[in-house]
């Protein structure tokens, strides 16, 4: 059973920048695809951008070129990188973890953690 913790979030004004760090344990994270979520208040649960088991990355459109997401297999860690920061970035981000797809599915992933907020003001 893989337990996933992410932080880093806050509160950053609107062309800032974020980094968040999600850490794995009871697992190893590089055995499985991982991906980043968010979840505005009164949305749907969205996807934000995976990377493989072999590194590949997808991004959903809206933060192509801004985000991007890695990881360290020795820290068994997963990273969003994220810049130019706007307020529709708003929402509690989660980390993921899955060997399913659809890559952009939040039910192909069978591990979360509970959330770090992000909030860009304007």
């Known amino acids: 059973q893989v337990q996933l913790v992410e932080s880093g979030g806050g509160l950053v004004q609107a062309g800032g920048s974020l980094s968040l760090s999600c850490a794995a344990s009871?697992?190893?994270?590089?055995?499985?695809?991982a991906a980043w979520f968010r979840q505005a208040p009164g949305k749907e649960r969205e996807f934000v951008a995976a990377?493989?088991?072999?590194?590949?990355?997808t991004y959903a459109e809206s933060v192509k070129g801004r985000f991007t997401v890695s990881r360290d297999n020795t820290r068994n860690t997963l990273y969003l990188q994220m810049i130019s920061l706007i307020p529709d970035d708003t929402a509690n981000y989660y980390c993921?973890?899955?060997?399913?797809?659809?890559?952009?599915?939040?039910?192909?992933?069978?591990?979360w953690g509970q959330g770090t907020q992000v909030t860009v003001s304007s």
């Open positions: 993921a973890a899955g060997t399913r797809t659809p890559w952009e599915a939040a039910g192909t992933y069978d591990y």
């Open positions: 990377i493989s088991r072999g590194g590949m990355t």
């Open positions: 009871g697992g190893t994270l590089s055995t499985y695809r």
